[in-house]
């Protein structure tokens, strides 16, 4: 039997493409650029290599992304006609990119993480699967899918350090920090241009409200991690994070600019970062300039081939930061029929989207004792529209600052004794504070 240098089953024999792959494959779990590009250069060598469309098609279905799904359907397409050679293994990873392509990305992160247990040192299994867990809001699935593996990875093997980085952003999202943190610093020791893994450790220092250190982490480390890296805008999106809650608007839009722009937004998960980022300056009534018209093109591409609601709520971000009134109602429209349909989607936009952008737009109109009717409830249910909890901190944010507007005093207090018990001595939350304070003072004169 053919194998992998992991001991994966390849029904494949020509080593030069096997070896081809597992470059291709490592890109993949550092983020590094640019594994279509190199799956494409074996390919076009191997065009029978049944695992390599297969690769190709769960890279691209798990970017989330319309813009990617005529390149994802060929894909899918050369996989499955060359399925009857393709073994069990690589017959897991056709499934679950199909279920993708289709919608059913629960059952397209099933059938990873069926492949990952059956074979435990596929890590482009546990990936893909990890990927599916976060789009999917699965805090302790991003944990736990990772540690089924674990016992099968050892210190000095190859690809080890993106295990660890794996089961660090699980932990993480999980809220064991200090294990989060360990695992994700000796990731990094070993690769220090595993993204993945700086990501991680970024996460605890941003939940942990340690915002110095991250500044060092993300500022000390880019040398390392950011160069040709494609998940670097996200990871300048984490520093953008630690520079506001210093209030340092003017280092926040450097990094908008030069770093969370750097790509030219062309997928949605670029667009995601760069809206979330305006909303946040935007929500505390920073002066974002032009910088809406940026993300604008993008988002409004993407009204009718839409693809998450999670992705929608910044679409949604970006038309009230524009004032494009038509641009809200047509992403509602969109919205509303995704709801009605089947899937995945279908009960994100139900349980989570609609409510969530109802609430921003009201927020945008100023209404905000109808946005805080939208967004109160879906605090404790947001994860099911995916994300990470740094990403969904956005709604926290939105509400703290509609409750001091409408000078809802219990309610500011609640949300702020809230965020202050995990981040005591965060400025954005100590600034809220001082307003909600003065609410209280009014109401007692
Ligand atoms: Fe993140």
Redesign the pocket.
């Known amino acids: 039997m053919t194998t992998d240098s992991l001991g994966n089953p390849v029904s494949y024999r020509d080593q030069a493409a096997i070896a081809g792959l597992e470059a291709t494959v490592v890109k993949l779990h550092g983020y590094q650029a640019d594994p279509i590009a190199d799956i494409d250069a074996v390919l076009a060598e191997h065009p029978d290599f049944a695992m390599a469309h297969a690769f190709r098609a769960g890279a691209l279905a798990t970017a989330a992304d319309r813009a990617f799904e005529p390149e994802l359907l060929r894909s899918l397409a050369a996989a499955e006609a060359l399925a009857p050679q393709a073994n069990e293994r690589e017959r897991g990873h056709i499934a679950a990119a199909r279920a993708w392509a289709r919608g059913d990305i629960t059952g397209a992160t099933e059938l990873w993480g069926r492949t990952a247990m059956e074979h435990p040192r596929d890590l482009l299994a546990v990936q893909l699967g990890q990927i599916g867990d976060f789009m999917l809001g699965y805090s302790h699935m991003l944990r736990d899918r990772v540690a089924r593996v674990l016992p099968h990875w050892h210190r000095g093997m190859p690809g080890h350090g993106f295990i660890l980085g794996m089961h660090a952003f699980g932990l993480e999202e999980c809220g064991d920090y200090a294990r989060a943190e360990a695992s994700g610093r000796e990731a990094v020791a070993l690769n220090p241009r595993d993204g993945w893994a700086v ?1 991680a450790v ?2 605890v220092l ?1 939940m942990e409200g340690r915002t110095g250190e991250g500044i060092a982490w993300l500022g000390d480390t880019a040398g390392s991690w950011a160069p040709g890296n494609m998940f670097a805008f ?2 300048w ?2 520093l953008g994070l630690f520079h506001l809650d210093r209030g340092e608007i003017a280092e926040v839009l450097r990094l908008f600019d030069e770093g969370v722009a750097g790509g030219g937004f062309g997928q949605a998960l670029e667009l995601v970062d760069g809206a979330a980022m305006l909303w946040r300056l935007h929500v505390l009534g920073h002066d974002v300039g032009g910088r809406w018209s940026r993300v604008m093109p993008g988002w409004a591409a993407r009204i009718e081939d839409r693809v998450f609601a999670f992705n929608d709520l910044h679409a949604m971000m970006a038309f009230i930061g524009t004032d494009d009134q038509a641009a809200q109602r047509a992403l509602l429209a969109s919205l509303t029929r995704a709801a009605e349909g089947e899937g995945t989607d279908a009960m994100m936009a139900r349980e989570v989207g609609l409510p969530a952008c109802r609430g921003f737009a009201a927020f945008g109109r100023g209404d905000y004792a109808a946005a805080i009717t939208e967004l109160l409830p879906l605090r404790g249910k947001a994860n099911r529209f995916g994300g ?1 909890h ?2 969904r901190d956005v709604l926290s944010w939105t509400l703290v600052e509609a409750a001091i507007r409408l000078g809802d005093r219990p309610l500011a207090e609640g949300l702020l004794a809230e965020r202050l018990a995990a981040k005591p001595e965060s400025p954005v939350n100590l600034g809220w504070a001082r307003r909600s304070a003065a609410l209280a003072e009014r109401h007692a004169a």
Do not use: G, M
Request: glycine share 0%.
């Open positions: 990501h970024a996460h941003e996200h990871n999106w984490h990470s740094a990403q």
